[in-house]
């Protein structure tokens, strides 16, 4: 049985892989034909689903040729987009795996496109890193949402950097903008560093916990709370009802011991059923609630602006990362090298450091 889902999943994350190739191919096809990155932009903004989803592939690729095409669609953008348009929100939903995730944002989404929203859902698996897998199974657990014409829904594959949240999630996010998304939804399995990740690329973070646990706040849980903007209680129905509950009490309790939040707002914890379809609209109230007062008190330009230059710096170490695998000159002070020394502790990291960007980074 075991062996099978893994076969399963093995199929699925090679079809996943050679999609992705698949993808970049007509990508740079279509760059020989001289399709140029307005063109892109123009197919993008005007609602072509493939284009956009062939861009969000170039924000996953290893080559820096890619990322510069990127750049240029992005800027291309930048001059379609109208200015004066509603900025779009960022949403990140976190939870540990089977907590409810994509059921609740299958549910939420819907009630995001009935009050008129237009919904884009990135999908973030740091587990299959490791095996370069996609969440496959995702697209059809947001199976409504995913058949809208309103929504869409991209599971992402994370050929990713250490932090196991995909490299391009931020630009995938700047192009559902440009397509005219303006709920931005991004899906991460709590399980370690992914939050803090996508808690840097969204304004409201949401914490989706389990019935049970509340009388046990130690380590892990309580860093990611600490983090939430709003927690909720999943799977508030049949015999688990009394028990969320109670645990909501519970972690709002614990919440008074918890410093003050940067946004200047009160963490609520509420209860939901993802699979009943309850609780979702007072979810989406009190995020509504929490955008109207970041704006109020410009918390949201502010974490924006911390946000972007935390993107700064990320795509610096990626591009110089890039950048070392093209410079490998196999002599005997290549990256390779330098990090067996530092793994050794024969070299400080900071010298290590110096001495590779003044061979390989151009002044
Ligand atoms: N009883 C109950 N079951 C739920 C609820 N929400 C989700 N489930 C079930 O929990 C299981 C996992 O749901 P998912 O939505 O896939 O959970 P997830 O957090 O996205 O999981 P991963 O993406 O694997 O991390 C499924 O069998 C759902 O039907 C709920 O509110 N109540
Ligand atoms: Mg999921």
């Known amino acids: 049985m075991c062996a099978q889902h893994s076969d399963k999943k093995g199929q699925e994350n090679s079809m996943s892989d050679a999609a992705r190739h698949q993808a970049l191919a007509r990508i740079r096809a279509a760059q020989s034909q001289r399709r140029t990155p307005e063109h892109w932009a123009q197919e993008i903004q005007s609602g072509n689903r493939d284009a956009l989803s062939q861009a969000i592939t170039l924000t996953e690729s290893q080559r820096l040729e890619d990322?510069?095409?990127?750049?240029?669609?992005?800027?291309?953008?930048?001059?379609?987009?109208p200015q004066g348009r509603p900025i779009p929100f960022r949403m990140g939903i976190t939870g540990v795996?089977?907590?409810?995730?994509?059921?609740?944002?299958?549910?939420?989404?819907?009630?995001?496109?009935e009050d008129g929203h237009r919904v884009a859902v990135l999908a973030i698996d740091p587990s299959s890193a490791r095996t370069h897998g996609s969440l496959l199974g995702d697209k059809t657990r947001m199976e409504a949402l995913s058949r809208s014409p309103q929504a869409f829904v991209r599971p992402s594959p994370t050929a990713s950097n250490l932090g196991g949240v995909a490299r391009g999630t931020h630009e995938a996010i700047l192009l559902c903008e440009a397509a005219g998304y303006d709920r931005i939804i991004v899906e991460t399995v709590g399980v370690g560093q992914s939050e803090t990740e996508v808690r840097n690329l969204t304004d409201a973070f949401v914490l989706l916990m389990l019935p049970g646990g509340g009388d046990e706040l130690q380590g892990i849980k309580r860093g990611i709370m600490e983090m939430a903007d709003l927690i909720l209680v999943n799977k508030d129905d049949g015999l688990s009802r009394a028990q969320a509950r109670e645990t909501a009490a519970q972690y709002q309790q614990a919440l008074h011991l918890f410093p003050p939040t940067p946004g200047g707002h009160t963490i609520r914890v509420l209860t939901a059923s993802a699979l009943e379809s309850k609780g979702i609209r007072q979810a989406s109230d009190a995020?509504?609630?929490?955008?109207h007062s970041w704006r109020e008190n410009d918390w949201f330009e502010e974490q924006r602006q911390q946000q972007r230059l935390h993107q700064l710096d990320s795509h610096v170490s990626t591009i110089l990362r890039l950048q070392?695998?093209?410079?490998?000159d196999g002599t005997a002070t290549t990256w390779d090298s330098l990090r067996t020394q530092v793994l050794n502790g024969t070299r400080h990291p900071l010298d290590a450091a110096q001495h590779w960007l003044k061979n390989h980074v151009e002044s």
Do not use: C, W
């Not at 995020?287 to 955008?291: D, F, G, R, S, T």
């Not at 070392?324 to 490998?328: C, K, L």
């Open 97 to 113: 795996p089977g907590v409810g995730k994509s059921t609740f944002i299958e549910q939420f989404g819907q009630m995001l496109i």
């Open 324 to 328: 070392r695998a093209h410079h490998n």
């Open 67 to 81: 990322l510069e095409y990127l750049t240029a669609i992005l800027q291309a953008l930048d001059n379609l987009t």
């Open 287 to 291: 995020v509504e609630q929490l955008i």
